[in-house]
T-cell receptor, first 114, second 110 residues
Framework: GAGVSQSPSNKVTEKGKDVELRCDPI?????LYWYRQRLGQGLEFLIY????????KSGLPSDRFSAERTGESVSTLTIQRTQQEDSAVYLC????????????FGPGTRLTVT | QKEVEQNSGPLSVPEGAIASLNCTYS??????FFWYRQYSGKSPELIMF????GDKEDGRFTAQLNKASQYVSLLIRDSQPSDSATYLC??????????FGQGTRLTINP
């Protein structure tokens, strides 16, 4: 079956612009996660969704970052007034709901803020 | 102290040898531990998970967990050049939240 998909694969934007990143999880996966990975670094947790509810938003770096999810499908991560330090790969993952289920990652969106 | 710590490497191992990757974590209450492999420019993929103290073997991979020492490791036997990648240790700190280490870059030399 289809895996997690993300779009766009690459995004170059000017400092101060807003960007939207999209994630399509695996069908039937109720849990969806967003991570940020800076060059040469590990994954930084941003937010996760159970269905369209976000129980844990603790990882969002600032109020410029927001995310929403429509039902148990597509999620968008929005970064307002982008800054150069926002440049990173943004990874989305999905899983079945439950602590023991594997998270499957999408290919990521590489964001470059100039 | 970071929640999950790994030596960033690079770790260089000759082909056919055993590669040993280590990870320590700070939350003594953590129960679930994962190893992900990430090839350059690709997304992470799960290779092993472990919940209980001791060893867990899957093919050439062995995960080892010592909760008393807050230490988890990954051994790769008979290392192959295709094992060259960054290996990310992840610890589940709540029902759904994983915290990742910064990763160890492993290079297998033919």
């Amino acid at each position: 079956g289809a895996g997690v998909s993300q779009s766009p694969s690459n995004k170059v934007t000017e400092k101060g612009k807003d960007v939207e990143l999209r994630c399509d999880p695996i069908s039937g996966h109720t849990a969806l996660y967003w991570y940020r990975q800076r060059l040469g670094q590990g994954l930084e947790f941003l937010i996760y969704f159970q269905g369209n509810s976000a129980p844990d938003k603790s990882g969002l770096p600032s109020d410029r970052f927001s995310a929403e999810r429509t039902g148990e499908s597509v999620s968008t991560l929005t970064i307002q007034r982008t800054q150069q330090e926002d440049s990173a790969v943004y990874l989305c993952a999905s899983s079945l709901w439950g602590s023991s289920y594997e998270q499957y990652f999408g290919p990521g969106t590489r964001l470059t803020v100039t | 102290q970071k929640e999950v710590e790994q030596n960033s490497g690079p770790l260089s191992v000759p082909e056919g040898a055993i590669a040993s990757l280590n990870c320590t974590y700070s939350d003594r209450g953590s129960q679930s531990f994962f190893w992900y492999r990430q090839y350059s420019g690709k997304s992470p993929e799960l290779i092993m998970f472990i919940y209980s103290n001791g060893d867990k073997e899957d093919g050439r991979f062995t995960a080892q967990l010592n909760k008393a020492s807050q230490y988890v490791s990954l051994l790769i036997r008979d290392s192959q050049p295709s094992d060259s990648a960054t290996y990310l240790c992840a610890v589940k700190v709540s029902a759904q939240k994983l915290v990742f280490g910064q990763g160890t870059r492993l290079t297998i030399n033919p």
